[in-house]
């Protein structure tokens, strides 16, 4: 009678250890979080050149290069450098706009226009701020002991999804050993 006491009080004991110590313990959330580093160098983002679209103009030109001036009515004809007007016309200029240059990222937009047309668009990006990266782990190594009274049990296995299968080798020889994950939190919070 005396050992039946001791052995039910030991085992009470050594659960409400196990308990505690599986509160401490308890497992980290089961995704997995990596920190990937920002870009080194911009990169273009898009890269293309405009389709125009049909543009109708009035005529408002005179036929002649004149200025008016108040008073009398006299035409005084002025001077017009068209080589100047047709190269400015045709020449490339380049327009940048940084939009954004901050720790986060640098956006810069570049135009080439000509003709009074845009000839060139391109937007270049640079991420500058470390992306993480979060995967569920739906695959472990597993391993585990269990010490009874009369003997042990080490088992070794494989996790996939929710399933554990393990190779166990207890006092009284090998077996096999399948487990099934079951989402306690979800079944306490309902």
Not at 43 to 66: C, G, L
Not at 97 to 104: E, F, L, M, P, Y
Request: net charge positive; glycine share 6%; proline share 3%.
């Amino acid at each position: 009678m005396r050992t039946t006491i001791s052995h039910i009080i030991s085992a009470l004991v050594g659960s409400i250890i196990v308990f505690l110590i599986m509160k401490q313990c308890q497992p980290g959330p089961k995704i997995d979080v990596q920190y990937l580093p920002g870009d080194s160098i911009p990169y273009t983002v898009y890269k293309d050149k405009p389709v125009p679209y049909k543009i109708t103009y009035r005529d408002t030109i005179t036929s002649y290069d004149t200025i008016i001036k108040d008073g009398d009515t006299t035409y005084v004809i002025e001077h017009v450098d068209t080589a100047a007007i047709m190269r400015d016309y045709h020449a490339i200029v380049e327009y940048n706009d940084t939009v954004k240059n901050d720790s986060s990222a640098l956006i810069v937009i570049r135009q080439k226009l000509s003709r009074n047309r845009i000839d060139s668009m391109n937007v270049r990006f640079q991420n500058r701020r470390k992306t993480a990266v979060i995967s569920q782990r739906d695959k472990a190594i597993v391993a585990g002991i269990t010490g009874w009274q009369n003997g042990y049990d080490v088992s070794l296995g494989m996790r996939l999804n929710r399933n554990v299968l393990s190779l166990s080798r207890s006092n009284s020889g090998w077996g096999v050993r399948y487990q099934r994950e079951i989402g306690w939190k979800s079944i306490l919070e309902k």
